[in-house]
Structure formats: structure tokens, C-alpha cells
């Protein structure tokens, strides 16, 4: 058995498990919503004190 077979067979089985109880699948939908939010307000943020300090005007394009 190669890798492809290997990777096909554990991704056969994670959507099997995930598909079995919706409320996991929902639960793993969600923790993987709320890092990518958390991640985009953290970069406003971080852009905005960037801005705010006058360090990265020329990198950030903004004159």
C-alpha cells in the first residue's frame, strides 16, 4: 500500500466518522470558524497599531 492509498483510506475514514455524528461535524465547523475570525481581527488590529505608529507606512501602502 502506498501513501495515496494510505491518505485515501484515513480520509475515507475521517468523512465516515464526521458524517456519522453531524454534531462533531458541526462542532469542527465551528472551532475552525472562530480561529479564522480570530485571525482576521487580530491582523485589523495589528495593521491598525502599524498604521497608527507611523513604523510600516511605506510597507502597508498607506502615504
Do not use: H, Q
Not at 455524528?21 to 470558524?33: G, M, T, Y
Not at 482576521?40 to 491598525?48: A, F
Amino acid at each position: 500500500m502506498g501513501i495515496v492509498e494510505g491518505f485515501e483510506m484515513g480520509l475515507d475514514l475521517l468523512w465516515s466518522i464526521l458524517t456519522a455524528d453531524p454534531l462533531l461535524l458541526l462542532i469542527i465547523i465551528l472551532f475552525i470558524a472562530c480561529f479564522v475570525i480570530y485571525g482576521v481581527i487580530l491582523n485589523i488590529v495589528r495593521e491598525y497599531w502599524l498604521k497608527r505608529s507611523g513604523i510600516c507606512r511605506s510597507y502597508l501602502g498607506y502615504y
